[in-house]
């Protein structure tokens, strides 16, 4: 068994819905350029996405919705009925190739997930996936088709195995938690902005799964302007406490880079010192609890010079088993991407400060680990809702 494999290729790109778009594709080439450019991909096996079949989409998607998705990317489905599926808003544009574009990006999680149960990986990393907010029969928030949640179909079919899908993008994983919402055999995670103000507006603590599968539906709706002590503090105890409970054969990360504070739209107060350690934690549980099977995606992120590609770099490094990346970034990748953008940092890490001082810090803190306790109280044992009760809320 190898270590860890890249999926990546240019065709991604296709995935466009305007130049304009806020989930715009230079993000992927951003990323893969710098890593490029930093020489992190010497040694390292790169492996082309392939298109999911219409079978395998069929697991999650309707036959219906597929169709349309097809016609929408020919130019061939009405306005009318495009709102029908999610089509056509200002959110998920029709664009031509709709199908092929989302398609490969789903092929590219499926093949990701199954280099990993079949054994030649420990780890992958597929920075095209992460587009937790598609549901059955309809597009939602940028995001056509739920590749994660197909993925996740195809794993537990294949393998008969418990999946655990953490979820810490600033956007509420709604699509691959109402998927799953019935199952015993998925667990989702998912750490976010709180719905009162950000879109979708789900992700509250009290949805806890449904039937069979209550109590494998576990969120942590954060407070705006959340910072990086508390973040991390509530990811790695609700982390954990999870692989605990659910004691899962594969982890799937969701490695959205909305949260930082530069991101223009959300409203939590992350710096680079979150996305340097989440991927690292991610390890360290997968190391501990599945014998080191890990699948990482990306996801959201909408500062696509300044956060994007050192946040996705340092989801690279972790998983590759190397060190964070420190220091200055490459200058040839400075100066090659500082032409479209005078944004584009000198370093791995922020300039400091990055916002002025959070006059709630305090309360936002407690508020959070409050929530966390609130999520793990049905879950955990007297001893630890002790300990849990006198801990303090940062790391």
């Not at 594709?25 to 298109?51: K, M, Q, W, Y």
């Not at 907010?133 to 079919?157: K, L, P, Q, W």
């Not at 982890?251 to 710096?271: R, V």
């Not at 090659?336 to 990055?354: F, Q």
Request: glycine share 8%; aromatic share 12%.
């Amino acid at each position: 068994m190898k270590d860890f494999a890249y999926i990546y290729s240019e065709e991604e790109t296709a995935y466009r819905f305007s130049d304009t778009h806020p989930f715009n594709p230079v993000r992927l080439e951003l990323t893969h350029s710098l890593l490029e450019a930093a020489g992190a991909l010497e040694g390292i096996d790169c492996i082309p996405p392939r298109h999911a079949t219409d079978d395998e989409l069929l697991r999650v998607h309707d036959a219906d919705y597929i169709e349309a998705v097809k016609q929408a990317g020919t130019g061939k489905l009405s306005p009318l009925k495009a709102q029908m599926y999610g089509l056509g808003t200002e959110d998920t544009p029709m664009f031509a190739g709709m199908h092929e574009g989302a398609s490969l990006l789903v092929g590219g999680t499926i093949e990701a997930c199954e280099l990993v149960m079949n054994g030649t990986y420990r780890r992958t990393f597929h920075i095209g996936g992460g587009l937790h907010h598609g549901f059955r029969g309809r597009a939602s928030g940028f995001c056509v088709y739920n590749d994660t949640a197909v993925a996740i179909a195809a794993m537990i079919e294949k393998y008969d195995c418990r999946v655990l899908y953490v979820d810490t993008d600033a956007h509420h994983g709604d699509g691959v938690q109402w998927l799953f919402y019935n199952q015993s055999n998925v667990m989702t995670l998912s750490l976010h902005e709180t719905g009162r103000y950000l879109f979708p507006g789900t992700g509250m603590v009290t949805e806890r799964g449904n039937e069979q599968g209550y109590g494998f539906s576990w969120n942590v709706p954060l407070d705006a302007f959340t910072e990086d002590d508390s973040f991390l503090h509530a990811y790695r105890t609700a982390l954990f406490e999870a692989c605990e409970m659910f004691s899962p054969d594969l982890i799937i990360t969701q490695n959205g880079a909305d949260a930082h504070a530069l991101d223009p739209l959300t409203h939590l107060s992350l710096s680079m010192k979150s996305y340097e350690q989440i991927p690292q934690i991610a390890v360290e549980a997968a190391n501990r609890y599945t014998e080191g099977r890990l699948v990482a995606l990306g996801g959201g992120g909408y500062d696509w010079y300044r956060v994007v590609p050192r946040a996705w770099s340092q989801v690279f490094a972790a998983l590759a088993g190397r060190p964070p990346f420190s220091g200055n970034l490459p200058p040839s990748w400075v100066e090659r991407w500082r032409k479209e953008s005078a944004t584009v940092p000198d370093s791995w890490s922020d300039e400091l400060p990055l916002y002025e001082p959070i006059p709630r810090r305090q309360e936002i803190e407690e508020k959070n680990w409050e929530t966390v306790k609130r999520l793990l109280w049905p879950f955990i044992d007297d001893e630890k809702k002790e300990r849990y009760s006198t801990e303090p809320p940062s790391l």
